[in-house]
């Protein structure tokens, strides 16, 4: 499998979130999950951004001493100017997003620079910094993907999660994305634009990230089954009732098929829908065939991506089984 070429595992668990998502209604749910995931994105972002700027300033304390406090802050070799104090080192140019090229405007032409002594000080320095500006506390939580082992994912994260995944994946189904595609790059790329960032790491996510993804779609799954209201759990109870045939007797609606029973229905060959597969266009199997059985898949599933490529028609939602076979 090359680099880039997009895991089964993940195309299969998109179009499991499509199947949840669809059997339970809960697209709302998925949105106004997004909506207070970005809120939290932000708040993170704050915090870090301004961990940054505290962190800047003390570095340019110490590249530019006014007080003899400030000159104690290169004074590694002596004593902590205050207890507790850890010796750190800070890479030169610090980051700035302050400004447009995003580094901090510090001339290293000026004749303070040039009067460091530390042979080092071109690259950076070391300094004393206090707990809260040390490495160690650096808020580094903010992104969500890729995962990080150390730190549980919130609700509204695990959400995040399985919309990017699913709005990266599946293709000619509605997407969860509350804030519409991002058609153009603006200057400021916005909610849509951080959102897009996140369908590229969900779609490419290392193996590694399946077990978290299924967990999350399983604790979110079930979820979604407890704070069902009860009417609607009736409904979809019976809904689930396999239906009754011409002759009063029981019908199986989530049929499993093959693609060659399903291509007359798409106007498509075997061969094409084959590779839709391949692209992710359509999901993996359900069932996998081998040793001359063809591959299976359950119809509720196939259907809602098989639907983009039959425009001309609406797939019925009960496989027309003998009719075409």
Same mark, same amino acid.
């Given at each position: ?12 668990? *998109? ?8 059997? @339970? ?13 970005? @809120? ?27 007080? *003899? ?34 580094? *901090? ?14 042979? /080092? ?11 809260? =500006? ?5 808020? $580094? ?7 990080? &082992? ?5 609700? &509204? ?38 959102? *897009? $960032? ?6 490419? &996510? ?25 009417? /609607? ?22 049929? =499993? ?69």
């Amino acid at each position: 499998m090359s680099k880039y070429e997009i895991p089964q595992w993940v195309k299969n668990l *998109a179009w499991q979130v499509n199947t949840l998502i669809r059997e @339970q209604n809960a697209m709302p749910i998925f949105r106004k999950q997004l909506r207070v995931w970005r @809120q939290e994105h932000r708040t993170r972002y704050k915090e870090w951004r301004a961990w940054q700027q505290k962190r800047r300033e003390h570095v340019e304390r110490a590249l530019r001493p006014k007080t *003899a406090d400030d000159k104690a802050l290169r004074n590694i070799s002596g004593d902590p100017p205050h207890p507790g104090w850890k010796p750190s080192w800070q890479e030169l140019p610090i980051p700035d997003h302050r400004t447009a090229s995003g580094w *901090a405007v510090i001339d290293t032409t000026r004749a303070d620079w040039q009067e460091l002594e530390k042979p /080092d000080a071109q690259d950076g320095l070391h300094l004393w910094v206090p707990p809260e =500006l040390s490495w160690e506390s650096e808020p $580094q939580d903010f992104e969500t993907l890729p995962l990080v &082992a150390e730190r549980a994912l919130s609700e &509204a994260e695990r959400y995040l999660c399985l919309s990017a995944l699913h709005d990266g994946i599946c293709k000619g189904v509605e997407r969860i994305d509350p804030w519409g595609v991002l058609e153009t790059k603006p200057k400021h790329i916005g909610d849509a634009g951080v959102y *897009a $960032q996140y369908e590229s790491k969900a779609a490419t &996510a290392p193996d590694d990230h399946r077990g978290p993804f299924e967990s999350f779609l399983t604790q979110i799954e079930s979820d979604l089954k407890a704070n069902m209201p009860e009417h /609607d759990r009736s409904q979809q109870e019976a809904r689930a009732e396999p239906p009754e045939t011409s002759d009063g007797s029981s019908a199986t609606v989530d049929e =499993l098929v093959t693609l060659n029973q399903v291509a007359p229905l798409t106007g498509k060959s075997k061969r094409t829908l084959e590779r839709y597969v391949q692209q992710g266009r359509l999901p993996g199997p359900d069932i996998r065939g081998g040793d001359g059985k063809a591959n299976k898949w359950y119809w509720r599933t196939l259907r809602p991506a098989l639907s983009e490529f039959a425009s001309s028609k609406q797939l019925p939602e009960r496989f027309p089984g003998s009719q075409i076979i």
